[in-house]
């Protein structure tokens, strides 16, 4: 199994900048795909982006030239870095982690970090 833990939400200012930290455990080797989404109460949980075992990246549109997704595979972490923030990224950060097992595909959610951002 994998698990994911989040971290370095907060509060910020507009325009400020944040790096969220993902940290994977387990059978990190069976990871496929790391990605980072965000949810606002009443809202869908939307991709923010992604990265591949590969080091591929895939981000929403939205948050293309903003923020950047990077890994650190010695420490099995996934950061998100998050600048010129706005109101509007304020929302709870989730990280997943899609493993397989065998040809069995799982996913793994992190409990979530708060990012606010104030105008």
């Known amino acids: 199994q994998v698990q994911v833990v989040e971290s370095g939400g907060g509060l910020v200012q507009a325009g400020g900048s944040l790096r969220l930290s993902c940290a994977a455990s387990g059978n990190t080797f069976s990871i496929d795909v790391i990605g980072w989404y965000r949810q606002t109460p009443g809202k869908q949980r939307e991709l923010v982006a992604d990265i591949s075992s590969g080091g591929r990246a895939n981000y929403a549109d939205s948050m293309k030239g903003r923020f950047t997704i990077s890994r650190e595979n010695a420490k099995n972490t996934v950061y998100l870095q998050m600048n010129s923030l706005k109101p509007e990224d304020t929302a709870t950060y989730y990280c997943?982690?899609?493993?397989?097992?065998?040809?069995?595909?799982?996913?793994?959610w992190g409990q979530g970090t708060q990012v606010t951002v104030s105008s």
């Open positions: 997943n982690a899609a493993y397989h097992k065998g040809w069995e595909l799982f996913t793994s």
